[in-house]
């Protein structure tokens, strides 16, 4: 059993920056794809970005291009999310994903993820 905890979350002005975390437990995290999600109120949970297992491969949603960027360390069971220019339009719940997949497997769709962390509140201010 795997197990995902996102921080970091929490209200920022328009341009301003936010780093979430996903801690993970399991001695096989090196092997599992991992991605961000995030889901507005009444909207369907929506594909922010995702890294394979090395980290050689990544996958960004066009809204976050530029701006957002993912990255993991292995060796600290960890998955980054770094926000930046950050517009009221990214405010969500903001939620980590992972499952074991090839090494190089960068997975967007929600249905591909075997876990899921309860997510963390990201609220962007006009």
């Known amino acids: 059993q795997v197990q995902l905890v996102e921080s970091g979350g929490g209200l920022v002005q328009a341009g301003g920056s936010l780093r979430l975390s996903c801690a993970t437990s399991?001695?096989?995290?090196?092997?599992?794809?991992m991605g961000w999600f995030r889901q507005a109120p009444g909207k369907e949970r929506e594909f922010v970005a995702a890294i394979s297992w090395r980290g050689s491969n990544l996958r960004y949603a066009d809204s976050v291009k530029g701006r957002f960027t993912i990255s993991r360390d292995n060796a600290k069971n960890t998955v980054i999310l770094q926000m930046s220019s950050l517009k009221p339009e990214d405010t969500s719940v903001y939620y980590c994903?992972?499952?074991?997949?090839?090494?190089?497997?960068?997975?967007?769709?929600?249905?591909?993820?075997?876990?899921w962390g309860r997510g963390t509140q990201v609220t962007v201010s006009s």
């Open positions: 994903a992972a499952v074991p997949a090839p090494e190089a497997s960068v997975l967007v769709t929600p249905a591909s993820y075997r876990y």
């Open positions: 399991g001695r096989t995290f090196s092997s599992y794809a």
